[in-house]
Structures are given as structure tokens and as C-alpha cells.
T-cell receptor, first 110, second 116 residues
């Protein structure tokens, strides 16, 4: 059962522009949402999170937006840098039970 | 402590053999998780421990899979009678106490298993 979906397998943006990665979920019990970044041959690295009581969380160049009514979250990276090129996983958690999307491969071109 | 560590990083085995992977969590973390990741997919939850207690194991993939955390520190994941379909990346994660439902899990580098 795919409770967390990332419908775009890949995204390519120009350096300096905004990258927007999207994620949809189906389980209304999810109350904590996370984004992880993964380089090849490494484990996922925690990037940013948001709890269900908020609709926005910002950390430097990274901002996560949560729309609970639409069961949708997004990650904005501004400005995008070539080093941001990686696979980004969205995750949603209910009482520590965490489900992941299939990932979006972001390529930032110089 | 530099983070979650896993050993080995790579394992090649023949079908039918048993394999065991080790995970050392971040030292003050009391929860430890095992995931499997196959190509093109996100990590898939297998089991987790709070200290030495295994609180969820119904999502282990089959009875060939088992995990232990005998002293509440490191953990091992064993796969018996490996099959080619077990080839995947096995990830370990840990989280700190006191976060309640809003916990952040930190992942190790993974063990990549190839079953021939």
C-alpha cells in the first residue's frame, strides 16, 4: 500500500533557481513529515521536518510546506546548487511508524 | 560519536547461505530501526527496538528474517537461507528518546546485499 507518493521520479533545474519537490499522502493519521536526501552508496540524510500543527518550516535554503486538507507537502530549495543533486525522499510518520515515498531524483545544472 | 554505523558495507553471498548484519546506533539513542530498500523505492520498514525490546516485528518480510538487540545497544539482522530476492540495501536508523511521536530517525550508510 503506497501511503506516501512522490509522483515525479526526476526533476532538473538550473543552478540558482528554485527546486520544488512534491509529496502526497493518504493516511490522515500521519502527524510528522520529513524530507531526507540520499547520495549514491550512502544512507538517507535527514534534511528538514514539519509537524502537523504547522504549515511551514524553514531552515536556510530549505522550506517545507504542509497542506493538511490536501494531504500534500512540498520541499522548496532556493537557490538550488549543484551539490543539491541527489535523490530526495519524503517520509510521513504516525507514532513513529514511518512510511517513505519512492523518491525524486533532483539534478541541478550549473 | 559520528553517527549510525553499519557493518559490513557490502556482502555477496550464495543463495541458501545465512547472513548477519550489524548496526551500531548513535550512543544516546534508545530506538533502533531496520529498513530494506530496493532499487527505485524508498526504505521499507522491517522492525524496531526500544532499548532491548523488539516492539514491532510483524513487518519482517518472512520468518527467515530475525533481529536482535540483546543489550539495548548494537543490533543484528539475520537472514537465513538467503534468496536472490533478498538482494537489497539494508538500512539501520536510530532516534533519541523524549521526542514522542515527532521523532527524527537518523540513518546509517547501509549494507548492500547481493545474493547470487
Amino acid at each position: 500500500d503506497q501511503q506516501v507518493k512522490q509522483n515525479s521520479p526526476s526533476l532538473s533545474v538550473q543552478e540558482g533557481r528554485i527546486s520544488i519537490l512534491n509529496c502526497d499522502y493518504t493516511n490522515s493519521m500521519f502527524d510528522y513529515f520529513l524530507w531526507y536526501k540520499k547520495y549514491p552508496a550512502e544512507g538517507p540524510t535527514f534534511l528538514i521536518s514539519i509537524s502537523s500543527i504547522k504549515d511551514k518550516n524553514e531552515d536556510g535554503r530549505f522550506t517545507v510546506f504542509l497542506n493538511k486538507s490536501a494531504k500534500h507537502l512540498s520541499l522548496h530549495i532556493v537557490p538550488s546548487q549543484p551539490g543539491d543533486s541527489a535523490v530526495y525522499f519524503c517520509a510521513a510518520s504516525a507514532l513513529g511508524d514511518m512510511r517513505f515515498g519512492a523518491g525524486t531524483r533532483l539534478t541541478v545544472k550549473p | 560519536d559520528t553517527g549510525v554505523s553499519q557493518d559490513p558495507r557490502h556482502k555477496i553471498t550464495k543463495r541458501g547461505q545465512n547472513v548477519t548484519f550489524r548496526c551500531d546506533p548513535i550512543s544516546e539513542h534508545n530506538r533502533l530501526y531496520w529498513y530494506r530498500q530496493t532499487l527505485g523505492q524508498g526504505p521499507e520498514f522491517l522492525t524496531y527496538f526500544q532499548n532491548e525490546a523488539q516492539l514491532e516485528k510483524s513487518r519482517l518480510l518472512s520468518d527467515r528474517f530475525s533481529a536482535e538487540r540483546p543489550k539495548g545497544s548494537f543490533s543484528t539482522l539475520e537472514i537465513q537461507r538467503t534468496e536472490q530476492g533478498d538482494s537489497a540495501m539494508y538500512l539501520c536508523a536510530s532516534s533519541a528518546p523524549g521526542q514522542g511521536a515527532w521523532e527524527t530517525q537518523y540513518f546509517g550508510p547501509g549494507t548492500r546485499l547481493l545474493v547470487l
